[in-house]
């Protein structure tokens, strides 16, 4: 098994999570620490408070990756006299870095908003506030028949060609290339100075924006030749549309009765409910953490019910005025994350033989008691 340092392990993590997600402003990324040290133990935590760091410490963590990031508003001054400062200093001696992935993760598939609805059963999700948009472009490579197979199976393995629920959509079309090594190639195919013809295949396909690096990585080490032709253009076909939240269906039942599960599966013991719990739902709009700016897109696109932390006073009226029914199970449900991500990135590590040990903080760090 390989070891690695953090860059490594971040990389893989920005595969499905990249910082392009994020909404303006967002403090993510690296807060603390160096990511070119070796990485043994990483955690992955919902908020950074010094009863997580004591908890890193005894597991020899190196990393951790966390969903709130600890430092959200600038600091004016590092010192042992207030918490932050005492927190900061407790990382930087016991050499653990944190990475913030903020709301970059609540809108990447598989991400915060994509585990509360699978722990919610919805079906059929789409998203629900539109943020990001991942944009198409087309490669176009041209590789000697004989290594034809391969390259088409490194693009689509890495995630080229993907075209609704297809995968690996490729085009090709044979035909002739020719060139002429200089004195100092190292040709596949021909001789220095010789003018060589060749029978090709020219293979064309669709590449998402996020995923450009990794396909054209995956394509030139498959490709036999020392140095490949291939184009890249920008498409005005429209990407696909990634957001903040999910809306989907679920099986009919009282608000009462989806109370009920909310409370099970997303492992509360009390929430806030706003509306008539003899209601019917069948249509749910989810989105972790604070959604009061959003109640309107989950009313407007038919929700019977919206799932969501931190709501207001008054927005809660506003929306039982309109017809929208509430639950409010608070912002800690995004702990799903911590579950989430280390089976995510430990499957990622595995498949690339990187000796890592991930797992999930256990401290349970919702502020709120309810007596």
């Known amino acids: ?54 908890e890193a410490i005894a597991n020899k963590v190196d990393l951790i990756i966390a969903h709130h990031p600890p430092i959200f508003r600038p600091l004016t001054k590092v010192t042992n006299d207030n918490p932050t400062g005492r927190l900061m200093e407790k990382l930087i001696k016991h050499d653990i870095s944190v990475y913030a992935a903020h709301t970059n993760l609540d809108v990447a598939k ?12 919805l079906i059929d999700t789409e998203v629900l506030i539109p943020t990001y948009e991942d944009k198409l472009k087309k490669l176009i490579v041209y590789v000697p028949k004989e290594a034809e197979a391969d390259v088409k199976s490194a693009l689509g393995d890495a995630g080229a060609g993907s075209i609704g629920n297809y995968t690996h959509c490729l085009f090709s079309t044979d035909g002739q290339g020719q060139f002429k ?16 013809t060749v029978q090709e295949a020219k293979i064309e396909t669709v590449i998402p924006a996020s995923l450009e690096k990794k396909a054209i990585k995956a394509m030139l080490k498959a490709h036999p030749y020392e140095e ?6 920008d498409l005005q076909t429209s990407g696909e549309q990634l957001g903040l939240g999910r809306i989907g269906k679920c099986e009919e039942m009282t608000l009462s009765e989806f109370v009920l599960k909310v409370k099970k599966v997303l492992e509360v013991d009390t929430v806030r409910v706003v509306g008539d719990l003899n209601a019917k739902v069948k249509k749910v709009a989810v989105l972790g953490g604070d959604g009061n700016k959003y109640f309107s897109q989950a009313l407007f696109k038919g929700a019977d019910v919206y799932v969501t932390g931190d709501m207001y006073y008054h927005v809660a009226h506003d929306a039982k005025a309109l017809g929208l029914n509430i639950i409010d199970p608070g912002h800690n449900v995004e702990k799903v994350m911590k579950k989430g991500v280390s089976k995510k990135l430990t499957a990622m590590c595995l498949e690339k033989g990187y000796n890592v040990c991930i797992f999930p903080s256990e401290i349970h760090t919702d502020p709120f008691q309810f007596v």
């Open 1 to 54: 098994m390989k070891q690695i340092n953090g860059y490594e392990i971040i990389s893989l993590f920005e595969q499905f999570s990249p910082k392009a997600y994020a909404m303006e402003g967002d403090k993510i990324g690296l807060q603390v620490g160096d990511l070119s040290r070796p990485v043994k133990n990483v955690m992955i935590a919902l908020d950074v408070l010094d009863e997580v760091v004591e």
């Open 228 to 233: 490949v032709a291939y184009d890249l253009f």
């Open 110 to 121: 598989g991400g915060v908003n994509d585990l509360l609805s699978d722990a919610l059963g």
């Open 181 to 196: 090594p200089g004195s100092d190639a190292n040709p596949y195919i021909g001789t220095h100075h010789v003018l060589e």
